[in-house]
């Protein structure tokens, strides 16, 4: 005799359920009314998140990504990417199937960090530079971490060793072209958008207009990113105070995870610095150093909710940018245990480097600002050089082929 136990509902029910308009608006006011109860009942907490969030804007944020988002908007509005895109187009094609002009978003994604490329290539999609698919195929790997981060806080930081900084960069750079060149094959049936759109006219707007523009809208689109960073502040307190990281950390170990590593997963996965931060430690290396490649390459529930911030009304889908940035931390951590099982990175470095990283941590507003700017400002010229070069070395080809 056979015992047969039916649920009410299946899975595909449940789904339909919680689609319809009156279930899902009754989740949103009862998840509203519960994060309205943990603010009331943690005052204190709440505003110490927020306080942290503020001083990481005031400190960080601003001084970072200011100089680099009024840097992309020059970039395209002035034409620098359209003479990029003319000399890298038979490079950025056969590879990544994207239009040339992308180019740009895939340097300064590595040079400025998050979101810088994310909202350079949504710049380039609004210029008609490129097409819509090829501009969710560009999100799927041009909003990378920078080398500061990577090799100061993180290698020198949180690890104490340069050599495992740069182990950490060149597999995140390394995983990240490979994601372009596997989402090369995305929107393959839409042959149509793969065709390379008309490029826009060199020197489109003047320098005044050009730099008035981006730095209003920069400052706005950073103002924004400060939004998010405090917000996210507040609810890992809130979360970290109610016990729900030890809850989703238990979870996880049901899965096979041992609960400190469920722990750093899960605060890797909402937000990148505190993931990093908890890997700090003297045993299993190897580890260690692939979920913070893992977490580097996923960037962050933080990361994402900005940058999905600019994709709003822009009419591109934002699953080829989160699929691209699962893949991105899967390949980084595999390429980074292997290769560090294979070199020697349990030998310590010279104290100093790490006071060098705190150091740096440590810096003012005003000089934070002052090297991201100088650092813009190199980027730009080192732009600005290399396509007036290509320009040049293209246009005296067909000079010679015309004789």
């Known amino acids: ?20 308009k009156k279930i899902r608006d009754a989740l949103v006011g009862f998840a509203l009314l519960v994060a309205t109860a943990g603010l009331v009942l943690a005052p204190d907490q709440a505003i110490a998140g927020a306080k942290d969030g ?26 620098l990417a359209a003479y990029l895109g003319r000399a890298m187009e038979r490079l950025m094609r056969p590879l990544f199937r994207v239009s040339g002009s992308c180019a740009a978003a895939i340097a300064l994604g590595f040079i400025g960090g998050y979101p810088v490329g994310a909202r350079t290539a949504l710049q380039l999609y609004q210029q008609g530079l490129c097409s819509k698919t090829e501009a969710e195929r560009l999100l799927a790997f041009c909003n990378n ?30 995983a990240s072209l490979l994601v372009g060149l596997l989402f090369r094959f995305y929107g393959r049936s839409t042959s149509s958008q793969s065709s390379a759109p008309r490029a826009k006219p060199i020197q489109a707007v003047t320098v005044p207009t050009a730099f008035t523009g981006a730095v209003s809208r920069s400052m706005q689109n950073t103002l924004n990113i400060c939004a998010f960073v405090v917000f996210f502040a507040v609810v890992l307190q809130l979360l970290s105070t109610y016990g729900a990281f030890t809850a989703l950390a238990r979870l996880l170990s049901l899965a096979g995870f041992q609960p400190e590593w469920a722990r750093r997963l899960v605060a890797g996965l909402l937000e990148l610095s505190s993931g990093v931060s908890s890997l700090r430690g003297s045993t299993h290396l190897a580890g260690r150093v692939s979920m913070a490649a893992f977490m580097l390459g996923w960037a962050g529930l933080s990361v994402h909710c900005q940058v999905l911030s600019f994709l709003v009304d822009s009419g591109l889908s934002a699953k080829t940018y989160l699929a691209g940035k699962l893949c991105h931390g899967l390949i980084a951590a595999a390429l980074t245990y292997c290769l560090a099982r294979l070199l020697p990175l349990s030998v310590p470095v010279a104290d100093y480097l790490v006071e060098q990283a705190e150091s740096i941590a440590a810096m003012d507003f005003s000089t934070a600002l002052a090297a991201s700017s100088l650092a813009a400002l190199g980027g730009w010229l080192f732009l600005a050089a290399l396509c007036r070069s290509l320009w040049r070395n293209k246009c005296g080809n067909h000079s010679r082929n015309r004789v």
């Open 145 to 174: 971490s920078g080398p500061a981060f990577i090799l100061g806080v993180v290698g020198a930081g949180v690890f104490g060793d340069s050599r495992v900084g740069l182990l950490l960069y060149l597999t995140h750079a390394l």
């Open 54 to 79: 503020l001083t990481l804007c005031f400190n960080v944020i601003v001084p970072s990504l200011f100089p680099f988002f009024v840097l992309s908007s020059l970039v395209v509005d002035l034409g």
């Open 1 to 20: 005799m056979s015992i047969c136990i039916s649920f009410p509902y299946g899975g595909d029910e449940v789904l339909r359920l919680l689609t319809e």
